[in-house]
């Protein structure tokens, strides 16, 4: 601790001498001059009110239909029924005949279908939020 | 002139005096282009970079939160902005290489340092900065130069407390093995 002390100090004493670099002449004027061009202060929030109440519709939307409407299939999801196991036996044929049984006997439960879903809007809300952060110059992506 | 706090200047902006940025600029100009230096490694970059980074800053004022401080949120956009003109020059070395380092023998090159003039110091610090990734040396202007605590860094930059301390932790044995380096070939070439 006291030899890692020592040479933060050292470095900050080298660093010292060498000082920031100056900024070039007629720097302020500059920015100056480039602010006086559009001098309007962007004050739209990151996210607008339409995104924000499409986002808590959507939050709302999915919880009246998971918990409060009797949807046969949601009473799949959480039955037993719902989860069924995916046929992984399609490799023993022909490649075309694969592909096409493999869409056949595809029968992902609907949780699977669920989880897909909830993915998809994950990647999706991402990719809104990141471009939002991005325009304002507060996310490297 | 009687100078005032950040958030004086800030209010009247938002009030429309414009002009009231420019103490704002004066103030900040020359840490925000070292940060922009530090990651293009050109001046012209790092100007226009600095720039871009004040006009930002201005249009964006009514975005100023103030959970963070207004030159750490300044900074925050002037390494988002250098990185993004880096990344399109596509010339960011994003990780420091593997270096094993020797044993450093401190007091040896603390003397050796104190026995350098000025003008040497500079050249040294300034050879060994230019070896440094992209990142480690804004995070070494900001650490050691500007005193900034390392949980503000993170804000600037955006990397987890662990990876600052990580890095800082190499970059200060690397900045050493490559002082002790420098020193032993000045220390031939004098012999």
Redesign the interface.
Known sequence: ME??N???E???????????????DN??E???S???V??????T??LSTGTWIAIILGLAAMIVVIFMVDIPFFDRVFSSEGIQKVSMNLFSNGLVETMSSFFKELNLSSITWMIMAAVLGLVLIDRLLRKRFTQ?????V | MEKRDDNHYIGQVMMGETAAFAPLVNRYKDLVFTIAMNITRNREDAEEVAQDVFLKAYQKLAGFRKESSFPTWLYRIAYNEAITKIRKNKILTLDLEEEIMEVIAEEEVEEDIAGLDEQEQKQVITKILDKLPEIDRVLVTLFYLNSHPVNEICEVTGLRESNVKVRLHRVRKRIYSELQEILKKRVLRIN
Do not use: C, H
């Open positions: 030899n890692q020592k040479r933060d050292s470095i900050r004493k080298l660093l010292r001498q060498k000082g920031l670099e100056k900024a070039p720097f302020t500059k920015v100056m480039r602010i006086k559009n001098p309007v202060i962007d004050d929030p990151l304002a110059g507060l996310l490297v």
